[in-house]
């Protein structure tokens, strides 16, 4: 196998697949790259870790068809340093490939091409069409709420629902949950499917490099994303999401409004000086006023003000400052309701809308803490 290609298109390629490979892999091909180099002067670029499979066609010069598999994090850092330009890739005896670009010349190890895993294929898949960046804002405004607890494999991936109108997208690590909803012209499922952690941000990953629209499929316990010549696919999480209607708080007894960027940048400064395990603040509600409070006995104590819209009676809780943070920064509007029930309960964050009622298509829930 003998090919040439513009050394940033290749690197972008490259870096792409580098995420998707699986570092600490069990099988050492995992690590590898997958280089096809066809007769129709394409370079097919393969990567994966057996959970999440990326496959990308760049346009090359082909001298000689075939494929070679090489460890994608060296390969990568190698093209990294060459010079733009062409760079010339062949294939030595023993699974060994050469790189020369300009006056330089690299000589890498590889692995037998037939050693590379069979991936998804997509080919008799029928896709539906969706905008890519509503994808990708159901991720954005979900993704930080997924539970990093390996044990807790039910809440290792988003809830993903759609009817073909409308999709939904919830998230929950046990502390808190996010639930976001749009405009979405998706596949009509007839159940949610659970998308992995790192596949969420995967399909981000990819969409972030494309423009306009992107094909969507669900099939043999696979999503698949096609866009322009990238092509993922995501292994889906075979569990059952806890029901979370349950977990969204039906009434409120408070309810404050509150200008977003500004409680934003309170809890900022609070999380300064807060635990830094716990972020724990603690939150008063009083007529027209809500204070914010954090202290630390290696550090010091902080208490801060902040102008609310609210008439109701006084209310002390606990709350992680992080979560709240993160809660309000996926919300796209100026200002944003707080809803409680008592001290001990869940506070519920909705972006307000412009009737003076909240918005519908978000609402975060933050459990509380004990203070």
């Known amino acids: 196998m003998e090919f040439e290609i513009d050394q940033a298109r290749f690197l972008s390629a490259l870096t792409l697949a580098h995420t998707v490979a699986d570092k600490r892999a069990t099988m050492p091909v995992l690590a590898n790259v997958l280089l096809r180099a066809t007769k129709d002067d394409e370079l097919v670029v393969s990567a994966t870790d057996m959970m999440i499979s990326l496959t990308e066609t760049v346009g090359c010069k082909v001298h000689g068809p075939g494929s070679l598999t090489l460890g994608v994090r060296h390969l990568n850092n190698v093209v990294r340093t060459l010079p733009s330009g062409a760079v010339r890739i062949k ?3 023993n699974s060994w490939a050469q790189i020369v670009a300009g006056r330089s010349e690299f000589k890498l190890m590889g692995m037998p091409e037939g050693d590379f895993p069979e991936l998804p294929d997509a080919s008799g898949v029928a896709f539906t069409t969706v905008a890519s960046h509503k994808l990708v804002d159901l991720i954005d405004k979900t993704l930080f709420s997924v539970s990093t607890d390996e044990a807790r494999v039910n809440l290792n ?3 993903f629902e759609c009817d073909g109108k409308k999709a939904t997208m919830v998230s929950t690590d046990g502390h808190r949950l996010t639930k976001y909803s749009l405009e979405f012209g998706g596949p009509k499922l007839g159940k949610g499917i659970v998308i992995p952690r790192k596949g969420m941000d995967e399909i981000r990953k990819v969409l972030n490099k494309v423009e306009g629209e992107c094909g969507l499929a669900i099939a043999d316990g696979y999503l698949f994303v096609k866009a322009d010549a990238l092509t993922l696919s995501v292994k889906l999480n075979n569990v059952t999401f806890p029901p979370y209607q349950q977990v969204v708080p039906k009434d409120f007894q408070r309810r404050a409004e509150v200008s977003r960027d500004e409680l934003i940048a309170a809890l900022r400064q609070a999380v300064v000086i807060a635990p830094e395990k716990t972020a724990t603040v603690k939150v008063q509600l009083d007529k027209g ?5 954090a202290d630390n006995p290696e550090l010091g104590a902080i208490n801060l003000e902040l102008a609310v819209d609210y008439d109701g009676s006084s209310l002390t809780a606990g709350f992680n400052a992080n979560y709240l943070i993160e809660a309000l920064g996926a919300m796209g509007s100026e200002r944003s309701y707080l809803d409680f029930q008592g001290e001990l309960d ?13 918005a519908p298509e978000f609402l975060a829930v933050v459990m509380p803490m004990r203070i």
């Not at 006023?289 to 409070?293: F, Q, T």
């Not at 964050?349 to 003076?356: H, K, N, S, Y």
């Open 346 to 358: 869940p506070c519920v964050l909705r972006p307000a809308g412009v009737d003076g009622q909240p």
């Open 91 to 93: 294939s030595l005896d």
């Open 289 to 293: 006023v809500l204070r914010l409070a």
């Open 157 to 159: 991936g988003a809830l």
